[in-house]
Nanobody
Framework: QVQLVESGGGLVQAGGSLRLSCVAS????????RGWFRQAPGKQRQLVAT???????NYADSVKGRFTISRDSAKNTVYLQMSSLKPEDTAVYYC??????????WGQGTQVTVSS
């Protein structure tokens, strides 16, 4: 079992920045990929960024050049640095972990609101 706890969401003006954090606990050695997804009202949950156990990153086209995913393995923590935020980035952001056995784990979500 893996537990994920997010923090760092909030309200920010367009053009501003926020950093999300996600701490993993439990069977952290079983995790292959970690990432962030988001879900806006009335829309499906969508991938934002992922980072593999080897450090390879992947981003949605809509956030490339503005968001950066990183990790601190010693702290079992993954970060999402979000810059040049736009109103369309407003969503609940979910931390995600995928284990080597293809089990998905999700955090509880953190709200990010970008005002225009």
């Amino acid at each position: 079992q893996v537990q994920l706890v997010e923090s760092g969401g909030g309200l920010v003006q367009a053009g501003g920045s926020l950093r999300l954090s996600c701490v993993a606990s439990g069977s952290t050695s079983s995790i292959n990929f970690r990432g962030w997804f988001r879900q806006a009202p009335g829309k499906q949950r969508q991938l934002v960024a992922t980072i593999s156990s080897s450090g390879t990153t992947n981003y949605a086209d809509s956030v490339k050049g503005r968001f950066t995913i990183s990790r601190d393995s010693a702290k079992n923590t993954v970060y999402l640095q979000m810059s040049s935020l736009k109103p369309e980035d407003t969503a609940v952001y979910y931390c995600h972990a995928l284990t080597f056995s293809k089990t998905n784990y999700w955090g509880q979500g953190t709200q990010v609101t970008v005002s225009s």
